[in-house]
Every structure is written in structure tokens, then in C-alpha cells.
């Protein structure tokens, strides 16, 4: 593994010193939004982690390296290349090593690397899960199995809410994987606040959530966390609105038979040209938001000693 691992320095030193670390995915750089707002907002969501007392850890696949922390030139590469760059999965981990290609990891591929790295905590905008009509397309996110296998807690505005809320709660619900709340008995529908469902438990604060992943560690539960944190209220768009939008994303990838990993970043740019650009900006503050707790959980861990 170690010859196809390279840790930035300061992510390397922070982690032998036992400081908080919390890890991005860079997929939102390349597949989540146009340059230069893509830039933009990695560069602000790495300042955010260190306004907060942690250390950021922006993964990638580089020339043939799994990278755990990106220098500002990498990051400036991945923002400009866009969706050239390889939306990497887990399958498509071995292929873009071998190849030396460049690879934007999913959350599935920035939990593996942060396991492997040391990294407990890793923030990103909302999971992947069951499609919607995947009774018959079986299009089910790779997150999903990863969670349920991987010990790294995710922290999200929930579920995507272009796919299926209920299904994938199912789905986390069979593989034993906790659904916590922050602050909320609600689970949070991305950009919005309220979905209709419950999340398994409601968490109060960083502490009970770090005491929560030491005792399920320890005791050898391997896999995940999915800790929802909802999007801050000025920023959240309404539910009814947000619904007609997504709906009609769907109709209009069914009739272009858009379908597997291409999903995703269709609907996501289909539902922010129906919104006039509104669920950018929403999707921006979230990822902030889930950032920001992150590292107070980031710093609450490492100071825990279950």
C-alpha cells in the first residue's frame, strides 16, 4: 500500500502528533461546480477546517499516487481540468493508479484513502445511496457499501436529495450503519432542513459524537458513521421547490438514459439550471457548514480516550 500512498507533510506531522485532521473529497472540485467557483470553494473549505483546529486533507489520485493533501497547484489542476478529470470510485481505483491518470475521489474512494492515512473524520457535501427507481436499474452508490465497511465518520447535509431518502435508510439500516443527527431528530434533505424521515439518534454536541466512534471502534464494529448535520437555515431552499426541481431532472435524465456514475453530476447541474443557480450557492454554504463541524469533531477525537 505504501507505494501507492503519499501523505502531504504537514497531514504526515499532524497525524503523528495526534492532531485533528479531517478529510476532503475531490470530487466536488472537478464534478461539483464550474471553475473558478470550484477553486474557490476548495480553497475556502481548507481554511475553514484550519479556522476551526483542524488540518485539511484534500485527496486525489495523482500520477500514480493516492494523495492525502493537495498543494494549491493540484488543487488549481483539478479546477481546470473539470470533468476530464476520472470520477473515481472503488472499482476505478486499481485503473487510474496503474495508468498514472488523474482521478477525483468519490466519498467511497476518500473514505479508503482516509482510513488507510489514519484519518477518522471526513467532510463532504451529502452521501450517495439508492437511486431512485433502482428496483429495476439496481443503481446503488458504492458509498453505501463503504460505510458499511470502512471506519471513517462522514460528515454530510444527509442524503442526496435526488435519490431515494427512504431506500437508502433501509439500505444503511442493513448494513449497521448509524444515521445520527446533529441537533436534529429529522434527517436532512441537503439543501433543505426537513425530509420527512428520522435519523437514528440525536447528537448534542462533537463530544458525544467522538465518545459514540471510540466505543464502536474499540469494540471492533467495523464501518462508518453517517453524522447529518442540516444546512444552516439562511441557506436553505424550499422543500417545495426543491422537489418540482428534482423531478423534473429525473424526467429529463430518463429520457437521455443517463445512468451508473454520470448520475449524479447531471441531475446535481440539471437541478441548479432549474433553480436559476440557487442550489449552487445553497450547496456551497452546506459543504462549509458540515466542514466546520468536521473539525470540532476532528479535535473533539483525538482528545477522546474510550
Known amino acids: 500500500m505504501k507505494q501507492f500512498l503519499s501523505i502531504h507533510p504537514i497531514v504526515q506531522k499532524a497525524l503523528d ?41 484534500t485527496i486525489a489520485l495523482i500520477n500514480g499516487k493516492i494523495k492525502v493533501g493537495l498543494t494549491k497547484e493540484e488543487l ?9 478529470v476520472i470520477k473515481t470510485s472503488r472499482r476505478d481505483i486499481p485503473y487510474v493508479l496503474a495508468k498514472k491518470l488523474t482521478g477525483a475521489t468519490t466519498v467511497a474512494t476518500t473514505m479508503i484513502a482516509a482510513e488507510k492515512a489514519g484519518i477518522a473524520i471526513f467532510a463532504t457535501g451529502g ?10 436499474t439496481f443503481d446503488i452508490s458504492a458509498d453505501l457499501q463503504e460505510l458499511a465497511h470502512t471506519n471513517v465518520a462522514v460528515v ?32 436532512p434533505a441537503f439543501y433543505t432542513r426537513k425530509s420527512g424521515f428520522k435519523v437514528d439518534y440525536n447528537m448534542q454536541n462533537p463530544q458525544e459524537i467522538a465518545d459514540l466512534l471510540k466505543a464502536k471502534w474499540n469494540l471492533g464494529l467495523k464501518g462508518g458513521v453517517v453524522l447529518a448535520n442540516p444546512i444552516p437555515e439562511a441557506s436553505s431552499m424550499d422543500f417545495d421547490e426543491m422537489t418540482m426541481a428534482i423531478d423534473q431532472a429525473i424526467i429529463e435524465q430518463n429520457k437521455l438514459g443517463i445512468k451508473g456514475k454520470e448520475s449524479t453530476p447531471f441531475l446535481l447541474a440539471k437541478v441548479k439550471e432549474l433553480t436559476q443557480g440557487k442550489s449552487l450557492e445553497s450547496n456551497i454554504e452546506l459543504v462549509r457548514n458540515n466542514v466546520i463541524l468536521a473539525s470540532k469533531l476532528a479535535v473533539a477525537y483525538v482528545k477522546t480516550t474510550l
Open 17 to 57: 502528533n495526534n492532531q485533528a485532521v479531517v478529510a476532503l473529497e475531490s470530487t466536488i472540485i472537478s464534478h461539483g461546480m464550474p471553475y473558478p467557483k470550484n477553486l474557490e470553494t476548495a480553497l475556502m473549505l481548507e481554511d475553514e477546517v484550519r479556522k476551526n483546529g483542524a488540518i485539511p486533507a
Open 76 to 84: 488549481t489542476y483539478l479546477a481546470k481540468e473539470g470533468t476530464k
Open 127 to 136: 452521501i450517495g445511496g439508492v437511486h431512485r427507481g433502482a428496483s429495476k
Open 156 to 187: 454530510c447535509a444527509g442524503i442526496k436529495a435526488i435519490l431515494d431518502l427512504e431506500l437508502t435508510l433501509e439500505y444503511l439500516e442493513t448494513l449497521g450503519v448509524p444515521v445520527l443527527g446533529y441537533k436534529t431528530d429529522e434527517l
